[in-house]
């Protein structure tokens, strides 16, 4: 059974970077040519795409985010990662990790993100 | 971007009974079209891809129809377990940018 796990920083001040990890294990990242994707809920809101990694490979992001985000595999980890540069109150959510798209299953449980100076 | 439109926004069903879902999309998208259940607290669960294809492990009660602009997904025979969120997610453009409706909140009366 593939599971994913989010972790790093929940706490994360104004105009800092928020970095989170997405540990896969149950399967191989590299293995089935899947795409690997995070996304985002901020409290009492709906779900957002933040990008992925097409396949393992090319990175897709939403344009609404698209100069702030970088997305990356480690292989050798067996996991990906979220940068996020320039935080402001707007990115605080939940942060999910998940396979895919076009459609997500499985998700991570989520990690808060918060953003306070 | 294409914009999904879920009705209604909360829904009250008594066990048993049948609820239905609505998604409207703002552009044609074919069958791509996801649909998910989230509890509280909790990551969404896959239950429709396709349009009409039911994921692994997800109950027969679950249904799902529609293409182009407007699809239907439908709960037969309720249960108790079934509360929570339902999101409908498009993936047709490419270059991909995926998108969800705002979400239907379905209560068990």
């Known amino acids: 059974q593939l599971l994913l796990q989010e972790s790093g920083s929940g706490l994360v001040k104004p105009s800092q970077s928020l970095s989170l990890t997405c540990g896969v294990s149950?399967?191989?990242?590299?293995?089935?040519?899947?795409?690997w994707s995070w996304l985002r809920q901020a409290p009492g809101k709906g779900l957002e795409w933040i990008g992925y990694?097409?396949?393992?490979?090319?990175?897709y992001y939403n344009p609404s985010l698209k100069s702030r985000v970088t997305i990356s595999l480690d292989r050798s980890k067996n996991q990906f990662s979220l940068n996020l540069t320039s935080v402001t109150a707007a990115d605080a959510a939940v942060y999910f990790c998940?396979?895919?798209?076009?459609?997500?299953?499985?998700w991570g449980q989520g990690t808060l993100v918060t953003v306070s100076s | 971007e294409i914009l999904m439109t879920q009705s209604p926004a909360a829904l009250s069903v008594s066990p048993g009974e049948r609820a239905t879902l609505s998604c409207r999309a703002s552009?044609?998208?074919?069958?791509?079209l996801a649909w998910y259940q989230q509890k509280f607290g909790q990551a969404p669960r896959l239950l429709i891809f396709?349009?009409?294809t039911r994921a692994a492990g997800i109950p027969a009660r679950f249904s799902a129809s529609g293409s182009g602009t407007e699809f239907t997904l439908t709960i037969n025979s309720l249960q108790s377990e079934d509360f929570g969120v339902y999101y409908c997610?498009?993936?047709?453009?490419?270059?991909?940018?995926?998108?969800f409706g705002q979400g239907t909140k379905l209560e068990i009366k």
């Open positions: 998940a396979r895919g798209g076009p459609w997500f299953a499985p």
């Open positions: 552009q044609n998208v074919g069958t791509s």
């Open positions: 396709g349009a009409n």
């Open positions: 997610q498009q993936y047709y453009p490419w270059p991909p940018m995926f998108t």
């Open positions: 149950g399967g191989s990242i590299s293995s089935g040519g899947f795409s």
């Open positions: 990694l097409y396949r393992g490979g090319n990175p």
